[in-house]
Structure formats: structure tokens, C-alpha cells
């Protein structure tokens, strides 16, 4: 299986450079525009499914290449907005969420975050198709890409508005990059 990790374009927050967790943080002209840019490069790929954050600058950024291809995105809230853990004593816990609908998730802790990113991580890999596109934010890509990896230390991968990360699981893991820019 190809899973090819995609982070949603440029935000109101990430443009002032500060991260933001709010639901509603709306895309820029530039990240609408970087939207559109991505539809060739992400076609190239031969996707055949879509996973997306119910977030809408997520939805928004993957809006453009789903029409041009005809495949439907599937939001899950398991691949909503995280937050930034680099401990690895951090025991999983049962999340809160529930379904789609349920975001953004407030109060969770470090622990049900941890079980979030394994149930999106389950999602992924229970997909009928063999090339699967995730469109999410960079803590749950960094996450799941530890999850996948399990590196001996946890691992802060760098993660830019529409940067993209392939991994190929199966019998051994393979990343074939990291954080490849797909917008100008």
C-alpha cells in the first residue's frame, strides 16, 4: 500500500506564523491558489482514495484535485488537528471522538491523542485501494509517520503548507520522502 501524507494548505494563522488548532482558520488567497497548483502533481500520483480532516482548510485544499478526478473525499475526525508530542513514554488512550462530525476535539489529552493518530493509522491501512491519499495537519502527519516508521526516537518531521510525504507499507516499511513541497 502507497499512503501519500499530505498537509493542508497555507491558513490566516500560518501565514502570521502561528499554529492554530481552531477548526475555522480559513485558507489565503495563497493557500487557495496553492489548492489548484497541487491538482497535476497529486494526479500523477495514481491516488484512489482520499482521507481527509473534517477541517475545512483541509477539505478546501483537496476540493480542486477530488473534482478533477472524480473521487469523493472521505472526512474522518480521526485525522482532525493534533497537537505536538515528542515524548515517547506517552501511554495511548481511548480517544474522544466518535465519528466525523465531532471536531474540533477539545480537551483532549496527550494519551487520546496518541489513540487518535492509531485509530487514523488503522483507518489508513483497512482501505480496499492500494494508493491512498490522507490530507491532514502537520502533528497527526508527524504522528502517524511514527506510527508507521516506529523510528528508535520519536521523530519531529517537518511538515510545510502542502508538503507531501509517501510512505510504501507491506511486508517492511519505506518512506520515499518527506515533506516534498507541491506548491510554490
Excluded at 57 to 64: D, L, Y
Excluded at 94 to 100: A, E, F, K, Q
Excluded at 138 to 157: C, D, S, V, Y
Aim: charged residues 20%; contains cysteine.
Amino acid at each position: 500500500m502507497d499512503i501519500f501524507l499530505l498537509r493542508h494548505a497555507e491558513t490566516e494563522s500560518n501565514k502570521k506564523g502561528s499554529l492554530s488548532s481552531c477548526s475555522e482558520d480559513p485558507l489565503t488567497a495563497k493557500g487557495v491558489e496553492q489548492s489548484f497548483y497541487i491538482v497535476d502533481s497529486l494526479r500523477k500520483l495514481g491516488v484512489q482514495t482520499i482521507l481527509c480532516s473534517p477541517y475545512p482548510r483541509a477539505r478546501k485544499t483537496i476540493e480542486p484535485f477530488s473534482k478533477a478526478v472524480g473521487i469523493e473525499v472521505e472526512p474522518h475526525g480521526s485525522l482532525s488537528e493534533g497537537q505536538l508530542i515528542l515524548e515517547s513514554s506517552v501511554e495511548p488512550e481511548n480517544p474522544l471522538y466518535s465519528g466525523v462530525r465531532e471536531y474540533p476535539i477539545v480537551g483532549e489529552t496527550k494519551g487520546q491523542f496518541i489513540g487518535r493518530a492509531m485509530k487514523a493509522a488503522e483507518l489508513i491501512l483497512r482501505q480496499e485501494h492500494e494508493r491512498i491519499l490522507v490530507v491532514s495537519h502537520g502533528h497527526m502527519i508527524r504522528e502517524l509517520l511514527n506510527l508507521f516508521l516506529q523510528p528508535a526516537q520519536k521523530t519531529r518531521f517537518p511538515h510545510a503548507n502542502c508538503g507531501l510525504s509517501w510512505l510504501s507499507v507491506g511486508d517492511c516499511q519505506m518512506i520515499h520522502y518527506i515533506n516534498r513541497q507541491l506548491s510554490h
